[in-house]
């Protein structure tokens, strides 16, 4: 990337991640801490975390469209403002159904399309996975970063005064989107049939599933992941010092995916590298179900998670903003980042099911099965065109 491409990436990055560091920083504690609101029940506390990635699905289509017509800026505006007035409605509830509002409304400040759209538009195409794979390492440092600052925040200022931070890391992110330029779109077109069509190709289709089961595993796994460490005494800390495990494997799996990157890229490898990168993935959740768990067994499965993970999330957007072309390519990111959010939700939905009903372990039984349905979707996927500049 050239030095205008690096300073935009680092400007969407941030704001991607300021964001995802606010959300992320109530799962360490959200659950315990939940108890002291008024009429708690463990349904509403499992829809309170949820609601989040449902009003995302949901949105994600509406805000990706409309940044095609009126611009990413506006869009991103709106997006966080929502996203504001969410956090505030969290911090000021006395019982568990205000949290479920606010957090309902957080997640309709869905902009995660806008904003991966806005990166593909500057960013050229043959440097878009490098972009996003930067990005996503910036969502990997706030997830890290959040499971050390949440609890700190927490046990100093209580669950309202998290949601005030939080809301005040919103702020923080409006600022960099005024510094951001204001494009006009290049076309505009009507949401209509024959339109959402031209984004449910076959190839597009693919994408969106892979990303769906991508946050489908993701949710899973670390509904899993913390109660193995936990119960099967993997490593001698407290729940809020598992970050200590986590960030170790993050840098590892960074160096780990770079590899795939660059023979997606430089060498036109593209779906090759996605083949692999989910039978790595698929091992990972096969490999969970079947060892038996110790601090090596359990760093090895994590990093190999981890590795696939990180490749997967930087070569699927970029795919889909070559793929979509550059008039339509909100609503794609929309479609996409819908099928992202749904994943996350219906994973959180079915893992805690699972959990409840069989045991943990089953769990992976799980994402192993919904890894071998998407690597063979993927082996009728065509070999991705490159885009030209």
């Not at 780990?256 to 430089?266: D, F």
């Not at 969970?288 to 359990?298: M, R």
């Not at 550059?326 to 990111?333: E, I, N, P, V």
Request: with cysteine; net charge positive.
């Amino acid at each position: 990337m050239n030095s205008k491409e690096r300073f935009f990436a680092l400007k969407i990055s941030s704001i991607m991640a300021t964001r995802m560091f606010g959300l992320f920083m109530i799962f360490p504690v959200f659950s315990v801490y939940a108890q002291h609101y008024e009429d708690t029940t463990p349904y509403l506390i499992g829809l309170a975390i949820g609601i989040y990635g449902l009003t995302q699905a949901l949105l994600q289509i509406p805000f990706g469209y409309l940044s095609d017509q009126i611009g990413r800026k506006p869009m991103l505006i709106i997006g966080l403002i929502i996203f504001f007035i969410g956090s505030v409605v969290a911090a000021n509830a006395t019982d568990i159904i205000g949290v479920v509002i606010g957090r309902a409304l957080q997640g309709g400040g869905a902009i995660s399309a806008v904003l991966m759209a806005f990166l593909a538009d500057f960013v050229s195409p043959n440097q878009r996975s490098k972009a996003n794979a930067f990005v996503g390492m910036q969502i990997g440092i706030a997830f890290m970063l959040s499971l050390l600052i949440g609890p700190m925040i927490t046990v100093s200022l209580g669950i309202s005064g998290l949601f005030w931070v939080i809301a005040g890391l919103s702020v923080v992110a409006l600022g960099i989107v005024f510094t951001l330029p204001h494009v006009k779109p290049q076309a505009q077109y009507k949401l209509s049939i024959l339109n959402i069509k031209h984004v449910l190709t076959a190839n597009l289709l693919r994408l969106d599933f892979s990303v769906f089961s991508l946050h489908l595993i993701l949710t899973c796994s670390f509904i899993a992941m913390p109660v193995f460490l936990v119960e099967n005494n993997i490593v001698a800390l407290d729940l809020k010092d598992n970050w200590k495990m986590y960030l170790p494997v993050m840098a590892l799996s960074f160096v780990g995916m770079l590899p795939m990157i660059i023979l997606a890229e430089k060498y036109h490898k593209t779906k090759s590298m996605l083949l692999v990168a989910v039978l790595i993935l698929l091992m990972s959740q096969f490999l969970f179900y079947q060892t038996p768990l110790n601090y090596t067994t359990f760093f090895i499965l994590l990093t190999l998670f981890f590795i696939a993970f990180n490749a997967l999330e930087a070569m699927l957007p970029s795919l889909i903003s070559k793929t979509a072309g550059t008039d339509k390519r909100g609503l794609a990111m929309g479609m996409y980042s819908t099928s992202q959010f749904l994943g996350a939700f219906i994973g959180g939905v079915f893992g805690g099911w699972i959990y409840n009903t069989y045991d943990l372990n089953s769990v992976f039984l799980f994402t192993s099965f919904i890894a071998i349905i998407w690597w063979v979707i993927m082996l009728k996927m065509k070999q991705p065109i490159q885009e030209e500049n």
